[in-house]
């Protein structure tokens, strides 16, 4: 059986889903760093006997950080992937009023207002000229 098609919004969305999931990754670092500079500072403080277990647990702490580490850098491999089939996609697109729409909205992850305020539109402007411009990509990913 042959995967759905995206819709064109779904597909132009990609690209801010795994930003997302690449910054939560690193947040997820960064508390776990924060939680081994914990650790280490309570092991200099533990007497010889009880210290074993949180060299255990440092060890975990800094394998989560190692094994979350390797995932941000395939997810960023992977956004760069995409945003450069994105922008592939976009160019086809004949308005450069469109282009510059689609990619202040799904490379840059700007807000309707941001873009609006950015092109000099009226927001609701910015909404009929994104349905425009996402009918021109779904005419372009099927031919």
Request: proline share 3%.
């Amino acid at each position: 059986m042959s995967k759905p098609k995206l819709s064109a919004k779904d597909y132009l969305s990609q690209a801010y889903r795994i930003d997302r999931r690449i910054n939560s990754k690193i947040e997820q670092v960064q508390s776990l760093r924060e939680l081994a500079g914990k650790a280490s500072a309570t092991l200099s403080d533990v007497p010889p006997s009880k210290g074993n277990r949180n060299v255990h647990r440092m060890e975990d702490v800094i394998a989560k950080m190692v094994d979350l580490e390797s995932e941000i850098n395939a997810d960023l491999t992977r956004l760069i992937n995409l945003k450069h089939e994105i922008v592939t996609v976009i160019k086809c697109v004949e308005s450069p009023e469109l282009q510059t729409l689609l990619e202040l909205r799904y490379l840059c992850f700007k807000t309707w207002e941001q873009i609006a305020v950015e092109l000099h539109f009226d927001l609701r402007w910015v909404y009929r000229l994104h349905g425009r411009a996402l009918d021109e990509i779904d005419a372009i990913r099927h031919c």
